[in-house]
């Protein structure tokens, strides 16, 4: 790996960023956190689980918004606050939007969400039932009212990642269209809209690799960090084993300019299930990467995670030898 940083990252200094050093010995490019698992199944009283949960610097701390699945197994997100971006205080109610149209402000579940800044507010994205899965959209500028906005697609599709900036004058978002069911493909899709609202000019980004770790389905995991080398783009992908899916972590870099287009693509993965707390929970085998904070001036990476599907996890890298290693493994054209 690469010494002296090149400060790849384009974006703000964030130096109170949580960070642990790699651990003597370790050759691997992705580390986790001695803290493992951060954010227990139940850190709330009524939690059966809080996992797949976005995370965002906010005022001298931070925010974000959690996937909680409570004891009767609904599924809804919850705005929580934290010092150090390791100790949780999370809203004992969800996240009641704020919206105009009550067809739309109908809940029937709410999972996996991201957040994004844009301009002058936090976007918030996230699974939203509405006849099937689709992507629900909103905003918030202080973590204490949100409001929701019209949903992106039709169902179905998962895994809504915004892009942080407007890209050639309009809002862009990765998305994996999918299906009734748990998806027999999984390709991430590039969409833009000039409003929010309205979504069009569909491009695919990248498909499952055959006979890899991510041969059943892939999908966007955390906003995409702009770098010297294109968008770097963390995302999860899926094997489908004897004993069912194994969900990892892997990454590529996008082009600045043209994010559906693929610069490189890493082959290997860089985390996947392998410690007690990612492998045994409510869906056995699961790294699901939701969330990252940066620190442009280190190149520090923390990586929020979601772990079989129970708890939220931490791992760290440096971009410049995360940028290093995409580049020196890539298969893509």
């Keep these: 790996m690469g010494d002296t940083n090149k400060h790849s990252i384009i974006g703000p200094a964030l130096p109170h960023i949580p960070w642990e050093e790699r651990p003597a010995g370790c050759q691997d490019v992705v580390w986790r956190s001695s803290r493992n698992p951060i954010i227990p199944r139940d850190l709330l009283a009524f939690s059966n689980s809080i996992f797949n949960s976005a995370v965002v610097p906010f005022g001298n701390g931070f925010a974000g918004v959690f996937r909680v699945d409570d004891r009767r197994r609904l599924m809804r997100i919850h705005s929580g606050k934290s010092q150090d971006g390791i100790h949780w205080d999370i809203e004992q109610e ?7 149209m009550p067809e739309i402000a109908r809940v029937e579940y709410q999972y996996d969400p991201r957040v994004c800044w844009i301009e002058d507010r936090y976007y918030v994205t996230w699974c939203n039932g509405y006849h099937g899965p689709t992507i629900g959209v909103g905003y918030t500028t202080d973590f204490e009212r949100f409001y929701q906005l019209e949903n992106a697609f039709l169902p179905y599709n998962r895994n809504g ?27 991430i899709f590039y969409s ?14 990248m498909g499952p690799e055959p006979r890899s770790w991510q041969s ?28 069912g899916y194994v969900y990892s972590m892997g990454a590529a870099l996008l082009d600045i300019d043209e994010p559906w287009r693929v610069r490189y693509r890493a082959a290997p993965y860089l985390l996947s299930p392998r410690e007690l707390y990612e492998c045994v929970g409510d869906t056995p085998n699961v790294v699901f990467p939701c969330a990252a904070l940066f620190d442009a001036p280190t ?11 129970t708890v939220t996890c931490l791992a760290y890298t440096q971009v410049d030898d995360l940028i290093e290693y995409i580049k020196a493994n890539s298969e893509a054209p």
């Design 299 to 309: 190149g520090r990476l923390a990586i929020y995670y979601g772990a079989a599907d």
């Design 161 to 187: 990642v915004l892009f942080p900036k407007k890209i050639n004058g309009q809002y862009a978002m990765l998305s994996r269209p999918s299906d009734t069911g748990h998806t027999p493909f999984g390709d």
């Design 216 to 243: 059943t389905k892939i999908g966007a995991g955390p906003t995409p960090i702009e770098t010297t080398e294109g968008w770097l783009l963390i995302y999860h992908g899926v094997l489908t084993s004897c004993n």
């Design 94 to 100: 969800p996240i009641a939007f704020i919206c105009d």
């Design 192 to 205: 833009v809209s000039p409003d929010m609202c309205h979504w069009g000019c569909h491009r695919q980004v």
